[in-house]
């Protein structure tokens, strides 16, 4: 009964939306319009002001889109616009006169020119900012970048505001784990470390910004206890046939190469595109661990490990789609996308054991084939209703990601004094999984009471399938390991409904409100053990933002949401995950979601200098425990529900330009956590008051050079029981354009000095665990990439397919 109560609930929230909203009329007017430069690129993140004509006092303000289109609600009366753009001469507008026969005024395209500086007679352009802060989101502009070019999108994420990625891949913003990652507005459908190596396959030539959004409205899932972050890929716009091919070559220990192609046709109603790409991957771990064990005798057992891995990754990518315009009011697209990925990695590892007292030695030669695949397609329709912005969109998503293969282990013992090996084990496992997601979405925007409103529907289901078997090698002879083995099945449904309002207070505070409610249904069954795991839970999330525009030189923003974070799917199945014979990770089906209370404020000073200050606070925070056995000196990693997790972080975004030709971008963030838990009846707190700091400096040389030296620090910090020592690093980069711009030549060194290095420790009573690890980051290498192009500027389209689903899928 409770169940129908919270999706009659859920169902009411969206109804009562629709129905106020049949019967609004818009009270307010419209000042909408779009910026482009002089080759008709459009100019996104710009300054838009609108002044009262009568004493040319300021009114009200908004930031261009990724599109360079903005829309500004205003009361009836007259007014003009003052633009500003960094690299652009201001632009005044005559006036205009906003009243009920005229409730929209458009300005079409309004083109910005070049503020071009004269220095020792060389021309060189005014840089533009990397770092924008506007209302709920931070922007960093990546294109065009000499960093990027060569380099993967993963690489380029790293560098952001506040982002740090652990040695397992998992991306914490402000010190937070619990990260969403969109690609264009569309969930990545992707685990950790799926994400990460689609990440590292895709060229971050391909990106044109990364949105950071601390805490996201209504609108999108709640899933996601430390934000969103949105990576943007260049858009096309130009009528016709244009495009771009690319490749690039980069050394780290391994050979790495990447090559792309870009294609956009515009024709009439019809837009297309086709992106495909390859490249060679490589990373290398260079890794030591370190264990002590407390055996109930009072003896110990000691862990002294050295390791190298090597991996190599075949990735291939096809992004294909195409948009109609039915008409003026109504289009239709598909797209579809295709991520695969094989890979080959040796991972070696020394073991010195000591245990009570007797001195071991154990070689462990570890070999993962793995193919893996991602396909995902979309279906988009579009209604406006009108042209004063009333719409509705539908979004259907099908995907299907499927892994096979498995490893081999080869675990050689040595007694002290041996050169031959006492015994030699052989192990192997087949670890094939697949999972369907199925998900359709329904948004509504329009107008209340004078007032914009969003609200809509989303229905999603998933179910996925892993069956690990793991096997004990003896010649030519296999038998099953049931201990180890494991068939798990897991489908989950979730039904969501969101409305949200905005709108202005007064002429200086505007304002969003919103409440978002999902109904889960969840059931884990483990076929090999008999067990099920039934969950069905329901929530609600608000959302609140508000804008106050102080005065000329000072704007606040306040923002506070709920957000949640399920496990990840593989982290619910019990199955034993094998290292080596001391090591493993397993799976917990009792895991629970945690959740947050997460609030910010933003201020921006003098229109470019911004202060972050974030809070939150996370109840049954997921984090991994290594348990381990004193009996028979085994350790299990385990993901687990902790108590607690207090955040609290303070990021300022400070860009500065000493000269013309040269710009620093400066952020730094100050962060304190709190985790607490239990582990075998000891509670552990562990706390830590961290910093990060980045720098990134762009020097505009004559003849169209463009040099960039990057760097960045982390001090120690925490991560749930870990303790994780500081680190820092440099990069440097080089980047020359020829042919009128057309061709583009980079050259980059990343960790000059190969100091990101990764170091993290645990003592739970006495128990140590400790490792560090290098993951290859310091290599160098150049990119080339052409542009071509024929026809004239359209309108590229974006699409709003808002998914949770896969990142939390994977292997």
């Known amino acids: 009964m409770q169940t129908l109560k919270n999706m009659e609930t859920i169902l009411a929230l969206f109804t009562l939306t629709l129905f106020l909203t049949s019967f ?9 319009g779009e910026l482009k430069d002089n080759q008709n690129a459009p100019l996104p993140y710009s300054n838009v002001a609108v002044y009262q004509s009568s004493d040319s006092s300021l009114l009200t303000g908004s930031i261009t889109d990724a599109e360079g289109k903005f829309k500004i609600n205003v009361k009836y009366g007259d007014y003009y616009l003052k633009i500003s753009a960094v690299g652009f001469r201001t632009y005044l507008s005559k006036s205009i006169t906003v009243n009920s026969n005229n409730p929209t005024v458009d300005f079409n395209t309004i083109k910005l020119q070049e503020d071009i500086q004269v220095m020792d007679a060389v021309e060189v352009q005014a840089l533009r900012p990397q770092v924008i802060v506007e209302a709920d989101k931070m922007v960093v502009s990546v294109e065009g970048t000499a960093m990027a070019a060569g380099t993967s999108a993963f690489e380029v994420l790293e560098k952001s505001p506040g982002v740090f990625i652990d040695q397992d891949g998992n991306i914490q913003l402000n010190g937070r784990q619990g990260v969403q990652i969109m690609i264009d507005g569309r969930r990545s459908y992707l685990s950790a470390t799926d994400l990460q190596n689609m990440l590292q396959g895709m060229s971050a030539d391909n990106i044109k910004n990364i949105e950071i959004i601390n805490n996201p409205s209504a609108k999108y899932d709640a899933e996601g206890n430390a934000g969103i972050i949105n990576i943007t890929l260049k858009k096309n716009n130009i009528q016709g046939i244009n495009g771009n091919v690319n490749a690039g070559y980069r050394y780290n220990e391994v050979h790495n190469y990447n090559a792309g192609v870009q294609l956009n046709h515009k024709k009439g109603d019809w837009n297309s595109f086709l992106n495909a790409d390859f490249s060679q991957r490589g990373r290398i771990r260079d890794a030591d661990f370190y264990r002590e064990i407390n055996q109930t005798d009072g ?55 000591n245990q009570s007292g007797v001195d071991q030695y154990v070689e462990s030669a570890n070999n993962m084939s793995t193919r893996f695949m991602n396909t995902q397609g979309n279906f988009h329709y579009t209604q406006k209703l009108d042209t004063n912005g009333t719409k509705y969109s539908l979004d259907f998503n099908v995907v299907k990601l499927f892994n096979t293969g498995g490893a081999t282990f080869t675990n050689s013992y040595y007694v002290a004094g041996t050169e031959e090996p006492t015994s030699v084990e052989m192990l192997e496992n087949n670890n094939p999984y697949k999972y369907d997601i199925y998900s359709g979405q329904f948004d509504y925007e329009g107008k209340l009471w004078g007032q914009k409103i969003e609200s809509g529907l989303k229905a999603s289901q998933v179910t996925s399938d892993n069956d690990l078997e793991f096997y004990i090698v003896e010649g030519s002879d296999k ?25 202005q207070l007064s002429e200086k505070v505007s304002y969003k409100a919103g409440l978002r409610a999902e109904q889960t249904f969840s059931l884990g069954k483990s076929l090999t053990l008999d067990t099920e795991t039934e969950r069905n839970y329901f929530n609600l999330f608000p959302s609140f933002f508000l804008q106050h525009n102080v005065g000329k030189n000072y704007q606040v923003n306040y923002n506070y949401s709920r957000r949640i974070d399920r496990p990840n799917y593989d982290n619910l199945n019990p199955f034993i995950l094998y290292l080596d014979p001391y090591t493993w990770a397993q799976g917990n089906p009792y895991l629970k979601p945690q959740m947050t209370h997460s609030m910010s404020i933003t201020q921006t000073f003098m229109r470019q200098f911004n202060l972050v200050l974030n809070y939150g606070y996370t109840t049954d925070f997921i984090a991994e425990i290594p348990l381990q056995n004193p009996e028979d000196g085994t350790t299990v990693f385990k993901q687990s529900n902790l108590e607690s997790q207090e955040n609290y972080s303070a990021t300022a975004v400070i860009p500065f330009q000493p000269a013309k030709w040269w710009s620093i971008n400066g952020n730094v963030t100050v962060f304190y956590q709190d985790f607490t838990t239990e582990v075998f009846n000891n509670r552990v707190e562990n706390e830590a008051t961290s910093a990060m700091v980045r720098a990134n400096n762009t020097f505009m040389l004559p003849k169209d050079f463009r040099v960039e030296l990057n760097g960045d620090y982390r001090s120690n910090t925490v991560w749930g029981v870990y303790e994780i020592k500081a680190q820092w690093g440099l990069d440097f980069g080089i980047k020359k354009s020829f042919m009128d ?39 160098v290498g150049f990119s080339l990439r052409y542009r071509f192009s024929k026809g004239e500027e359209f309108k590229a389209r974006q699409r709003n397919t808002n998914l949770e689903e896969l990142n939390r899928a994977g292997g």
């Open 299 to 353: 003896t110990k057992t000691i862990f002294d490990q050295d390791a190298k891995e090597v991996v190599l990754r075949q990735v291939p990518a096809i992004r294909i789609g195409t948009d109609y315009d039915i008409n003026e009011m109504q289009s239709i697209g598909v797209m579809f996308n295709l991520y695969g990925q094989d890979r080959e990695g040796d991972f070696d590892i020394n073991s010195d054991l």
């Open 479 to 503: 038998s099953l390991d049931d201990n180890r083995s494991n068939h798990f099945i897991y489908t989950e449904q979730i039904m969501a409904a969101y409305t949200s309002f905005s709108g």
């Open 24 to 32: 609004a009329q818009a009270q307010n007017g419209m000042i909408k």
């Open 741 to 779: 711009k057309k061709l583009e030549a980079s050259v980059n060194f990343n960790d000059v000095f190969r100091t990101r290095r990764f170091q993290g420790s645990a003592n739970i009573n006495g128990n140590v665990n400790e490792l560090s690890q290098y993951f290859g980051q310091q290599s």
